[in-house]
């Protein structure tokens, strides 16, 4: 079945560097890959998102890369702040048989952003 | 503003026992899912409903059940709670999709955090 591998699974960055996650898919049919952060002790939130007709979108600090031919996705955030602290999950779409399209989620990449 | 509220924050089992998760959403979405997060194996799908007393198996069903009579409610049942079910539930729900494309935000619960002993 369908499946997301998600590196890396920890990673350090001084204050005011970039961070990048990347992540894999399996299923050519997924179409759909949003982003959800997690902070400690809180429910995960969506940050970016992205669609297969699209190469590359930007929010600020924060893009999202989709490379089709590869299935590769990726993450990107410049500038770290301590606020950026915390646990990153990607998500790829798969349709069910029932035709209602669920989210594939990587295993998480825990982000710590060093003053 | 959006809110998905998981009934228990934390609960404590015994094995054997059975187990309610009720999940609750007031945004009129179609669309409910349950995941288990479990250190590092991510989010994993358990059951999802796409209707009222529609739903459809996920990844990872074995040993549980789920309900949902009404649209705004979305219960996670463990007929015999075992210890390897010891994990952080999270709920979560989402507006029906327009056709074709898979895109939509899940609007998450706060998360159970269940102990079998």
């Known amino acids: 079945g369908e499946n997301v591998e998600q590196h890396p699974s920890t990673l350090s960055v001084q204050e005011g560097d970039s961070a990048v996650i990347k992540c894999t898919y399996s299923d050519s049919a997924s179409n759909y890959f949003p982003w959800y952060k997690q902070e400690l002790g809180k429910r995960p939130q969506l940050i970016i998102d992205i669609r297969s007709n699209v190469g590359e979108k930007k929010d600020q600090r924060i893009a999202v890369t989709l490379n089709k031919t590869a299935k590769h996705f990726s993450l990107h955030i410049t500038e770290t702040q301590p606020e950026d602290s915390a646990v990153y999950f990607c998500a790829a779409s798969r349709l069910s048989t029932s035709g209602t399209y669920k989210y594939i989620f990587g295993t998480g990449t825990r982000l710590k952003v060093l003053a | 503003d959006v809110k998905v509220t998981q009934s228990s924050r934390y609960l404590v089992k015994r094995t054997g026992e059975k187990v309610f998760l009720e999940c609750v959403q007031d945004m009129d979405h179609e669309n409910m899912f349950w995941y288990r997060q479990d250190p590092g194996l991510g989010l994993r799908l358990i059951y999802f409903?796409?209707?009222?007393?529609m739903k459809e198996k996920g990844d990872i069903p074995e040993g549980y059940s789920v309900s949902r009579e009404k649209k705004e409610r979305f219960s996670l049942i463990l007929e015999s709670a075992s210890t390897n079910q010891t994990s952080m539930y999270l709920c979560?729900?989402?507006?029906?999709?327009?056709?074709?494309w898979g895109t939509g935000e899940l609007f998450f619960g706060e998360g159970s955090r269940l102990t079998v002993l």
């Open positions: 409903s796409y209707d009222v007393k």
């Open positions: 979560a729900s989402r507006t029906r999709l327009a056709s074709g």
